[in-house]
């Protein structure tokens, strides 16, 4: 198994306040109360408990151990039975679960997270396998902010800058984000963010959190679902109603 990157960081996760108001947006599209989920990337369960009591059966794949575990330890909280939702370690670019699924999701810009064309395919292909008929998936990326021209000469910085902060029990929590480096080809980018516990005014624990955010625009991100074999259903801006191509997140519907 890989190294977990999200080792120290999962601790960390679930103290963001500026999580996107997505949940609200999920709800809307689970099809019926009879409905059964796969959410992939399901981290700490953000999403994933949310849905629970609006759907039949919820699955949970993620690659990092420290977020199963913490999403495991909230699923025993709130007393969710294995009937009703299942979290699992696991490769969202390679799994066969052997059943299908009426809606499948993957919320917070999990895809960005896929450095290769083949974990791309490989995502795609598994979705492919895992849709029930009539059944649909949206995925999410985030627009970005500049055009690859401008994106590419802007994006890296090496000083870092506070992304958000938090209290927690005993102190609080700072998030900072450092953007050292680029694919300038295939516009992937390689952000860090470093989270900073303070207990009053002591460092009292610091972690690095490496990421990939893969980077598509409004037209490739369609092209990438269509070529994939899919058929696109709906899409959005945001999740406040934006039109596609004019909000901050790109989120696209689709079926077989
Ligand atoms: C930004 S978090 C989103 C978590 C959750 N979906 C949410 O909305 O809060 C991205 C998650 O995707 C997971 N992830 C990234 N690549 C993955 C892969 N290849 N297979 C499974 N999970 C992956 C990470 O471990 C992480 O928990």
Known sequence: ??????????????????????????????????????????????????????????????LSPAMIAICRQKLIREGIPPANAQVEQGDITRFDLGRTFDLIIAPFRVF????????????????????????????NVFKPFLFPEDLKKQWV?????????????????????????????????????????????????ESVLKLVMRCYYPDTFVKLILDHGFTILDRWGGYAGEVYGEGPELVIQFGL
């Open 112 to 139: 960005q997270n896929l450095e290769t064309d083949a974990e791309v395919d490989g995502l795609l292909g598994n979705i492919h396998q895992h849709l029930a008929p009539g059944g649909t998936c949206i995925l």
């Open 157 to 205: 910085r090496q000083e870092e800058k506070l992304s958000w902060e938090a209290p927690v029990e005993g102190g609080r929590l700072e998030c900072y984000d450092r953007r050292p480096k680029m694919d300038t080809e295939k516009l992937i980018l390689y952000p860090e963010l470093i989270y900073r516990r303070f207990e009053g005014e002591r460092l009292a624990e």
């Open 1 to 62: 198994m890989k190294i977990d990157i999200r080792m120290e960081a999962a601790k960390s996760y679930d103290s963001n306040p500026s999580f996107p108001n997505d949940i609200p947006f999920y709800l809307e599209r689970i099809p019926s109360p009879g409905a059964s989920i796969l959410e992939l990337g399901c981290g700490t369960g953000r999403v994933t408990l949310a849905l629970i009591p609006y759907c039949n059966y919820i699955h949970g794949i993620d």
